[in-house]
T-cell receptor
């Protein structure tokens, strides 16, 4: 069965520190991969996406993600976290055009001053 | 492009009442999705329209739920005989192609008392 896992429910980092949020998926073939961010009480905003080609993709707000086929992972990274990055982050694969985005359980990021 | 608009933003209703939510997608997007999100969870897929045709429905969508997209533009989601378990954020998203990702609205928060 297709599934997506975000192993870390909560992460706390200090402002200025680096960040890595994990995402693992289980699909028959490499899916399209997306990361979304959700601020409290808000909808979801697309951070970045991967389909094929270069396995390191750049997104908005200084985020990047690396696709690793051998590990079935698509981890989100940021070199230096800002207080405004505190939010919930969702990884979402989709198998192909006929299917729907499936969201992981999310990782809540808290940023310490 | 005014984004995806959802109304109302909040709805409080008594158990057993019917409620209807509206979603106005980005005008050129032919695909429209409804998701439900409960506290601390990722969004769960409910239903999908391509133009006016409802192409996919989740098992989560009980007989009390109905969605329409009459002219392939805006969509409505109706819940009949609401139950406390229906309390959630209802998110609408639209897309032109899956590889572009979805654009989400800010959601309608339903509270059933």
């Amino acid at each position: 069965a297709q599934s997506v896992t975000q192993p870390d429910i909560h992460i706390t980092v200090s402002e200025g520190a680096s960040l890595e949020l994990r995402c693992n998926y289980s699909y028959g073939a490499t899916p399209y991969l997306f990361w979304y961010v959700q601020s409290p009480g808000q909808g979801l905003q697309l951070l970045l996406k991967y389909f094929s080609g270069d396995t390191l993709v750049q997104g908005i707000k200084g985020f990047e993600a690396e696709f690793k086929r051998s590990q079935s992972s698509f981890n989100l990274r940021k070199p230096s976290v800002h207080w405004s990055d505190a939010a919930e982050y969702f990884c979402a694969p989709v198998q192909d055009a006929g299917n729907m985005l499936t969201f992981g359980g999310g990782t809540r990021l808290m940023v310490k001053p | 492009d005014t984004g995806v608009s959802q109304n109302p933003r909040h709805k409080i209703t008594k158990r057993g009442q019917n409620v209807t939510f509206r979603c106005d997608p980005i005008s050129e997007h032919n695909r429209l999705y409804w998701y439900r999100q409960t506290l601390g969870q990722g969004p769960e897929f409910l239903t999908y329209f391509q133009n006016e045709a409802q192409l996919e429905k989740s098992r989560l969508l009980s007989d009390r739920f109905s969605a329409e997209r009459p002219k392939g533009s805006f969509s409505t989601l109706e819940i009949q005989r609401t139950e406390q378990g229906d309390s959630a954020m209802y998110l609408c998203a639209s897309s032109l192609a899956v590889e572009n990702g979805y654009t989400f609205g800010s959601g309608t928060r339903l509270t059933v008392v």
